[in-house]
């Protein structure tokens, strides 16, 4: 199919391309070439799944050979297996290249894992969020910092949000305004995470904000505060989840504390926007064209259905590349293509972190979703968080709602029993609230234990 149907069929459906190519015939900066960027973005999402398979083999095999004569690091693990660029055609050929951890990341000086040429006094420099409690700064030129910025731009555009609506979003950090917000387009107020809740609440009143962005565990919580408070002026048509797995039950929630459609996305500082729920709510676009993404387990790739650890390269970050780069997630690859007609790939839902399940002891794990929602169903619980220790066994700290006592208590403890089926022993103490991690997520679970994937 031509580009030029194709921008008709992104126009047609969508209508963002249609927002983009006016806006575009109204500006002239310098800032065109990121613009146009996204409409290319915007037209090849309807590409056949085929041409989209081919525009990821000519990037990737792009990276692969910048990689390996720009960056010391790649240079050398490349070498260790004996592999070239001319070497890396196809997905299996990539798998020859050992996976790369954060852990081995932060143990390089910037010189080994810089592309060589980079200046790094024009990079900008980002902190991931540290949720492993082992934050990660990644270099991005600024050319590759607006590529991301166009690709988390295009999964917006997909799922409703105008060039000119009000976006607020709940962050630690407040950026200096963009020279496009400047002239209201693409114009977020930031909701500071420091703030007491109440404040915050205050805040999203007072910007009555057309798209609501937030990690899915800030969502909740201010959610739950609305619906106690029977505030209903915070009416978002958009609400935008990233960051923590949000759950059945969370969406829900959501939806009904906010009103808005509600959107789940998938990404990481170090690769951007990595995939990404359409309208048709049936599972995640995998951005393919901008990410290469394998689903690993010990025994090989996982096949669809099957989880699998994430592992990407991406494919247009060229400042600091990561090649096989281990993200410490769970998820289920999908071999169906998505109703909305989109070529990109589809990943059928992200589980959860690797650390995140828990082994029983003849070693088969037990699904972190399982876990939380069967626990979720005993009464008298407002929150709780469990560990598996290194002796295996398990901790449950729980807040209490009203109706807590010892027979909930006893719950707990016959449910995660017969969940583990191995003779777990289970310790349940209550506590008054369950703390963030370093990144401002409340993980439900976390294990001691070795991870399984």
């Not at 002239?28 to 990121?34: F, G, K, P, R």
């Not at 599972?283 to 790739?301: C, K, L, R, S």
């Not at 059928?348 to 082994?359: C, E, K, L, S, Y």
Request: glycine share 8%; with cysteine; charged share 25%.
């Amino acid at each position: 199919m031509r580009d030029s149907t194709v921008v008709l069929i992104a126009s047609r459906r969508d209508s963002p391309a249609r927002q983009v190519r006016a806006f575009l015939n109204g500006i002239q900066s310098m800032h065109l070439a990121s613009l146009t960027g996204l409409m290319d973005l915007l037209r090849r999402q309807w590409r056949s799944p085929e041409d989209i398979a081919e525009l990821q083999r000519r990037e990737l095999s792009a990276m692969v050979r910048h990689a390996y004569e720009r960056v010391p690091y790649y240079h050398d693990l490349f070498g260790s297996v004996g592999a070239k660029p001319a070497d890396i055609r196809t997905a299996e050929d990539l798998r020859r290249i050992p996976i790369t951890t954060r852990a081995t990341i932060q143990s390089l000086p910037p010189e080994a894992i810089v592309a060589r040429g980079t200046e790094l006094g024009a990079c900008k420099e980002i902190t991931t969020a540290g949720s492993s409690g082992a934050p990660l700064c990644v270099v991005l030129r600024h050319s590759d910092s607006s590529f991301y910025d166009m690709v988390w731009a295009r999964a917006a555009l997909a799922n409703g949000q105008k060039l000119r609506d009000r976006v607020a979003c709940l962050k630690f950090h407040v950026p200096p305004r963009r020279w496009f917000e400047r002239l209201g387009i693409w114009r977020k107020d930031i909701v500071s995470l420091a703030l007491p809740a109440e404040r915050q609440v205050d805040e999203l009143v007072r910007c009555r904000p057309d798209v609501l962005r937030a990690n899915a565990y800030q969502l909740v919580e201010l959610a739950e505060r609305l619906l106690r408070a029977g505030v209903g002026t915070v009416r978002p048509r958009l609400v935008f989840s990233m960051g923590s797995v949000l759950d059945e039950a969370s969406r829900r929630l959501v939806a009904r504390a906010f009103g808005g459609e509600v959107f789940d996305f998938y990404g990481a500082t170090e690769l951007g926007c990595i995939a990404w729920e359409c309208r048709e709510h049936d599972g995640y676009h995998i951005n393919a064209d901008t990410v290469f993404v394998e689903f690993v387990t010990p025994n090989g790739p996982a096949a669809p259905g099957e989880m699998g650890r994430v592992v990407c390269t991406g494919l247009h970050a060229f400042g600091m590349p990561f090649i096989r780069y281990d993200l410490g997630d769970v998820a289920v690859p999908d071999e169906r293509r998505c109703a909305c007609g989109r070529g990109l790939p589809m990943m059928r839902r992200i589980v959860g972190r690797a650390d995140d399940f828990f082994v029983a002891r003849d070693g088969t794990v037990r699904s972190p979703s399982i876990i939380v929602n069967r626990v979720k169903l005993i009464p008298g619980i407002a929150r709780f968080h469990l560990t598996q220790r290194r002796d295996r066994r398990i901790l449950a700290r729980i807040v209490p709602a009203d109706g807590f006592g010892d027979a909930a208590r006893a719950q707990v403890v016959a449910t995660l029993q017969k969940i583990m089926a191995d003779g777990s022993k289970v310790d349940v103490e209550t506590v008054p609230e369950i703390p963030a991690d370093p990144a401002m997520k409340v993980r439900c679970l976390i294990s001691e234990l070795p991870a399984p994937f």
